[in-house]
């Protein structure tokens, strides 16, 4: 039997939602594919668009819900237990600035079935061709996940933090969702909730349990780059404590 895969959106002002519902919809396998799109307090016309898009394309099954309490941990966490709570065994997550490869989910599902020992899976991240995009961004998003990724195993003195997962290009087996407590119920001005959830898994279940597929690809928006600059993107994701000090808080999920 192939696993139940659902897939959470958490959102917040995202004008170009329905390109990413498009991309979904667009899915190899999307026939028994389920998606959450969990509105976390928008104050545009995003719960307005998802609505149009539910009544426009009935054939992919997408459910609104939404989450009052600020913090992509907490509209992800709501999304992902109301998935397992379903019946979905595996829960996969992608961001509304996000376009997952038409191959995305089939690979997720492929993943898990071929590695019984795998219990979260991220893949490589490519920069979406919006309005954000410049020339060099194919070279400097990749590039500067490899970089944190070894910046923060260097400052925590963990391997775990080699394989942590990008939240817009990750799932989970929903076991080890509530074995390892779930993605913390925190705000982007107060932790890295992926990079979080990556580690606890890791730290609970083993390196093992962690894999990241170069295959399972997902184009997301430079526009946290663009709003922030490079340098403090760094300083965001390496001193949280900074966030809304020295590195303003931008709410963009």
């Known amino acids: 039997m192939t696993d139940r895969l659902a897939v959470v959106v958490p959102v917040f002002n995202e004008p ?4 990413t519902l498009d991309a979904l919809r667009g899915q190899r ?7 959450y799109v969990v509105d976390n307090g928008s104050t545009d016309d995003t719960v307005e668009r998802v609505e149009r898009f539910i009544a426009a394309r009935p054939a992919l099954d997408v459910r609104l819900l ?3 309490q600020k913090g992509t941990g907490a509209a992800c966490d709501t999304g992902f237990r109301t998935a397992i709570g379903d019946g979905f065994t595996l829960v996969a997550r992608t961001d509304g600035d996000s376009e997952p490869a038409a191959d995305w989910t089939s690979r997720i599902r492929a993943l898990f079935t071929h590695h019984p020992q795998v219990q979260l899976v991220g893949g490589t991240s490519i920069p979406l061709r919006d309005r954000h995009f410049r020339w060099g961004d ?4 990749p590039g500067a996940l490899v970089m944190l990724r070894i910046l923060l195993t260097v400052k925590h003195l963990d391997p775990a933090y080699l394989r942590f997962v990008a939240g817009h290009n990750m799932a989970v087996r929903s076991s080890a969702y509530l074995a390892s407590g779930g993605i913390g119920r925190t705000s982007i001005d107060e932790r890295d909730e992926d990079i979080d959830f990556s580690v606890r898994i890791s730290r609970r279940l083993g390196l093992g349990a962690v894999r990241i597929d170069p295959r399972l690809k997902v184009a997301t928006s430079m526009r946290r780059v663009r709003r922030y600059g490079l340098a403090l993107m760094g300083v965001h994701h390496l001193m949280p404590a900074l966030r809304g000090r020295i590195v303003r808080a931008i709410d963009i999920r």
Do not use: F, T
């Open 16 to 19: 170009g939602i329905a390109r």
């Open 138 to 141: 194919d070279l400097l998003m």
């Open 66 to 68: 939404v989450e009052p």
């Open 29 to 35: 396998d999307a026939a028994d594919l389920r998606v």
